[in-house]
């Protein structure tokens, strides 16, 4: 490879909002899409519910002259959602699956039955290797009272867990997707922090679409604006996001969205707006350094976001064992109220009424039972993360300690073994 | 790091068979283990079947001084069973639960429940980089007519690009575990040619144990003589594999297990036999290098093995859309029913008997809609570890096709940065 060797890479992320039956005008959206992707050529597409595989299949057949590497990630009951389209030849994939992703019994939010997971693809790009990631967590139903922050946490440090364990010896590292946080919220901090990725839309000095970069802005019809009444311009939840590792530099030469309209004519192409991307990859650094140093004031920010995530999870992990408790109780006033019918069906008191209420009160058993299993399996999994997170916490505490120069150990966003290459 | 340094890694594994109130002598053995791991002080213990997190605390606490470092990997409902005690510092672990891992409905079975995983441990030894894995994958009930063989290819697959994914920078990796696969079953041979691990039994000169090298003896007394009744001697199903990576070069020194009797006095330790292995890491081949080369007669290996592992799986998902569709009756044939209870109820003919069915029905239908969920949850996750397999033949065939000196792309169990460093 020349010392002047530049990489261009153009990608391109879109929720597609592709729910059979539901979706508003979901064929012609997906038929649009499919054209203007073929018109644009992107190296990378990676996209978000695209929850029939029929559509997938259409859009596959359609973008083989442009795209001839395609996958979709299958998982859970509907699937993942998530699929990507490649112009360069895929030389690997895999998937993780999210431990926590919501609560069988909230059928109307749906996010339990999707699978809800992290794709994973390894390209070989001018002899460098690219991981790409395209994801998408759970749903944020009321940001007021959301009770599904601590999943959404424990996604997020999943996610990051899966990045910096999977990305160890890939030359860049790139994630797309809709993650349904906000830049500031917990959860997109602690990704950022553990895994060093920088985002597309923060670095790139030629920005061009919604203001403030969203992607839900008020003006797309497809939007409910009722939902963004506290946020008048709209919210940024898809990103784009990169690092480079061992002595390469990735800059955001362009960064575009779509501004709630459809690029040429008609609706827009989904309720989110589509993120396009031009990244370099150099071996010198591009002249706007972004000031990415790896020093104290980060290592603090790691600290911090960490001890915020682990509060959080342990808060989650309260609330799954009071669910638990509760169940429990329910299960054990069931089987009570089982053994009375049963007494009442023999002693002959009043038979049919008993006879009548036996069925209801094991369905009353059972459903409780399955409740309390799932519960305590939820605190088992946001335990798992809060463990985790604790180790890297204590980790990044003992290399505080110790003088930030002699001891390097932990850098965040760095990788252990990069150490020896850099110095 | 000198040229003549060697780095020895004494590594114990067992499965533990710690089930509380049902394994016998439970709290003794635990106890035994402790004092044998102090005694023996090896750099390395991971253990398997410790269901109760009390018994790794205990173990933990009695460890402490030996082994300053532990931990144990929770997931599902009831947990992995999976922990680790290690006299160096854990520098940081994860874990991946398998997507497929049995039904829930196969109670007596419970390995539905237990969430089986896989745990990485990431070691620095001398300067080096150590994965450290341990697993416990889907028993084995009827070895004639194995309902969850599917499910166990699947897992050994997931295992395999698990440890593919996490550890192309490590300098060395390990897999202990309980595999529930002797040598030569299908899982066994697509991890080992996927991942390129060597086999401890298989490779070392100086054994001392079972016959065979068997993990569950005849003579252990915790063992049920009617299962080994066609394996006279017993059966291997648990595992030290290890390989090097990046110019080093792992032999192992010693391979030693229990023979079904206590190391020193009173019953066994598990119903399992123990393994300790002591591996010697070097810089220069061992006196007796292992032939382990990478050329066409490995690839067609390799593609033998991902043929058949496809056809499992392939047959696993049709077994799998077979129960969802006959469900898929049974539900439409309940709300059938429902439909005609209610008419009766209403309509006044025989209004008792329509009552009294009327919850069973809803039952049924509950019931069936679960079952129906669960098969179409199991053939996406078959169907997702066929595709990851299907595309890794489809590489391996392209490299075969080519000649396999000018196209080294797809080397079993070589990672793909490497070849710049060998050549």
Redesign the interface.
């Known amino acids: 490879m020349k010392p002047n060797f530049t990489l261009r890479l153009r990608v391109f992320n879109l929720n597609c909002w592709g729910i059979p039956y539901l979706s508003k005008h979901r064929a012609d959206r997906v038929k649009r899409l499919g054209d203007f992707l073929n018109m644009e050529s992107f190296d990378l597409a990676l996209l978000e519910e695209v929850w029939s595989e029929q559509d997938f299949q259409d859009l596959r057949q359609k973008l083989l002259p442009t795209y001839p590497a395609a996958?979709y990630?299958?998982?859970?009951?509907i699937?993942s959602g998530l699929c990507v389209f490649s112009k360069h030849p895929?030389?690997?994939?895999?998937?993780?699956?999210f431990?926590l992703n919501g609560y069988p019994y909230m059928i109307h939010h749906g996010d339990w039955?999707c699978?809800k997971a992290v794709g994973?693809l390894?390209l070989?790009l001018s002899g460098l290797?690219l991981n790409a990631y395209v994801t998408h967590l759970h749903a944020e139903y009321n940001r007021q009272k959301d009770v599904y922050l601590a999943h959404r946490v424990a996604q997020a440090w999943e996610l990051a867990?899966f990045i910096h364990?999977?990305s160890?010896?890939a030359d860049m590292v790139l994630l797309c997707g809709d993650l349904n946080l906000h830049p500031k919220d917990l959860g997109c901090r602690l990704l950022k922090e553990w895994t060093g990725l920088c985002d597309a839309y923060l670095e790139t000095r030629d920005f061009k679409g919604s203001e403030e970069g969203c992607t839900m802005v008020p003006e797309n019809c497809y939007v409910n604006r009722r939902e963004l009444e506290q946020f008048p311009l709209g919210i940024r939840i898809d990103y784009v996001l990169y690092k480079a590792v061992s002595g390469l530099y990735i800059s955001c030469k362009t960064f575009k969205t779509t501004t709630g309209h459809d690029p040429h004519s008609g609706t827009p192409l989904s309720d989110h707006e589509a993120l396009m991307a031009t990244l370099c990859v150099r071996h010198s650094p591009p002249q706007h350094t972004s000031s990415h140093s790896h020093g104290p004031a980060e290592r603090s920010a790691l600290i911090s976001v960490l001890r915020e995530a682990w509060t959080e999870l342990d808060q989650g992990m309260a609330q799954a064992l009071w669910w638990a408790t509760i169940t429990g109780y329910v299960i054990g006033l069931g089987l009570l109220l089982l053994a009375l019918l049963c007494a009442l069906a023999v002693g002959g008191g009043i038979r049919?009424v008993a006879?009548?209420l036996w069925?209801?009160s094991?369905?009353l058993v059972l459903g409780a039972g399955a409740v309390y299993?799932f519960h305590?399996?939820e605190a088992?999994?946001l335990?798992?993360a809060r463990?985790?997170l604790q180790?890297?916490l204590g980790?990044a505490r003992e290399a505080q300690d110790l003088s930030p120069e002699s001891q390097p150990a932990l850098q965040p966003g760095r990788?252990?073994?990069d150490r020896a290459e850099e110095q």
Chains 1, 2 share one sequence.
């Open positions: 996958h990630f299958r998982s859970g009951i699937g895929i030389q690997e994939f895999t998937q993780h699956v431990t039955f699978g994973l390894v070989h290797v867990q364990h999977t160890k010896k049919e006879i009548l069925t209801p094991v369905g299993l305590v399996q088992k999994g335990c798992r463990a985790e180790h890297v980790r990788q252990e073994g």
